[in-house]
């Protein structure tokens, strides 16, 4: 499976993927996702938002037990973030029946569309819309940075951009999602595990911060003339980092769109996208908070116009008790295997899902911790140990 997914959106000069939601790359990935399915004998469906599905058992079945991640990736995105899930997925239940398991309940793997966000800014697009914490309207408002707007693209991949919305009946029949995924961080390499179970995932959202200045020439106006939106911007990727060191959370200015972006040309307009995370609400209310009001000063003091907008958030969430414990209970059973338990701050599909059934997760250890990088690593024998783990719950769930 690695293999066929290995040359996917691949880019020769960084060794990053760029596998962005309705583009070429993505459909590529998911002609894999359906061979996969069909090779195997699951019964194969897209939703009305354009998520994956491939089914053992019955589809309308009640109680299904599912299991999956992502395959769209981030700009220059590691290997590992979201197909490790879904390889792994399928990877179990090859296990499974190997094992000559009796399944007693429907089980599916899912490839969640546009999870990264990268083209049009939202994350987990395919999951929010299923779970309702998407509204038709605002999806059909999302744009790229080329213009294009998701109906458009959805379209122009072959999909049906009127038929996306809630789908309760679909999450309704669904009775635990568990999603494996590469640990984004170091704590199972610290712990010295090769799997873990998570917690809980840190409220996070995006902000956009747009400075406007005045364009004008590089080398003929005055210093003192100049109302230059580069310099609040940069006084404010600073006040970013103070803010998120002082609360013990994190924040990032991961990317930028400078107008006219001339060499030569003082710009008019600087916007720059704040990505923040931390432990509890109260805390990242206070990091953005102080971020924005450092903003508005620096602003102010070099004749700046300062427009801020949330473009998406994501509140904390507590992954489900009962279904922890069910696979602590399961995975407790198995003396070559320890699984700690950890929150993180990357968010997920099983985040979004969260609220609407019950969702759980298994990390894989990361030796560098690395991730939303072409250098993100796991060694093989851990994504081996993960697939076993997550085919031992898929069986303690889905088997009798
Ligand atoms: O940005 C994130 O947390 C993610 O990996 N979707
Ligand atoms: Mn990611
Ligand atoms: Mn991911």
């Known amino acids: 499976m690695w293999a066929e997914l290995l040359p996917i959106g691949r880019s020769s000069a960084s060794g990053g993927y760029r596998r962005f939601a309705w583009t070429g790359a993505d459909a590529e990935c998911r002609d894999w996702f359906r061979e996969q399915a069909e090779c195997r004998g699951l019964a194969y469906e897209v939703d009305r938002n354009g998520n994956q599905w491939a089914w053992l058992g019955d589809p309308a079945g009640q109680d299904a037990v599912v299991a999956g991640s992502h395959l769209d990736s981030v700009p220059d995105g590691g290997a590992f973030d979201g197909?490790?899930?879904v390889v792994s997925a399928f990877a179990a239940l090859d296990e499974l029946r190997g094992r000559g398991a009796r399944f007693v309940k429907p089980l599916a793997i899912v490839n969640f569309g546009d999870e990264e966000g990268a083209r049009f800014g939202l994350a987990c697009v395919g999951s929010r819309l299923t779970a309702g914490e998407l509204t038709v309207d605002q999806a059909h408002r999302l744009t790229d940075g080329d213009g294009v707007t998701l109906p458009r693209a959805m379209e122009a991949a072959g999909y049906d951009p009127d038929a996306i919305g809630p789908d309760p009946e679909r999450l309704a029949r669904i009775g635990a999602f568990v999603e494996l995924h590469v640990e984004q961080g170091r704590a199972?390499?610290?712990?010295?595990?090769?799997?873990?179970?998570?917690?809980?995932?840190w409220p996070h959202g995006r902000w956009r911060f747009d400075f406007r200045g005045e364009a004008n020439h590089a080398g003929t106006t005055r210093l003192v003339d100049r109302r230059d939106p580069m310099l609040s911007y940069a006084e404010t990727v600073l006040a970013a980092r103070r803010e998120a060191a002082l609360a013990g959370a994190v924040a990032t200015f991961g990317k930028i769109a400078v107008e006219p972006n001339g060499v030569n040309a003082i710009p008019s307009l600087v916007r720059g996208w704040l990505d923040s995370r931390a432990a509890d609400q109260?805390?990242?209310?206070?990091?953005?908070?102080?971020?924005?009001?450092?903003?508005?000063?620096?602003?102010v003091a070099h004749g700046v116009d300062l427009h801020v907008a949330r473009e998406s958030f994501t509140p904390v969430v507590e992954f489900d008790h009962v279904l922890r414990d069910e696979l602590a209970r399961i995975l407790g059973g198995r003396a070559d295997l320890k699984v700690p338990v950890l929150g993180t701050g990357a968010g997920h599909d099983a985040g979004i899902l969260s609220g609407s059934l019950p969702t759980a997760m298994l990390f894989v250890r990361n030796p560098t911790g690395v991730s939303h990088s072409p250098a993100e690593f796991a060694a093989e024998d851990d994504c081996v140990a993960g697939v076993r783990a997550l085919a031992d719950v898929l069986e303690g769930l889905a088997c009798t």
């Open 83 to 85: 197909p490790l899930g």
């Open 188 to 201: 199972l390499d610290l712990t010295g595990d090769a799997v873990g179970v998570a917690s809980a995932i």
């Open 282 to 299: 109260q805390t990242l209310d206070k990091v953005v908070g102080g971020i924005e009001q450092a903003a508005r000063e620096y602003a």
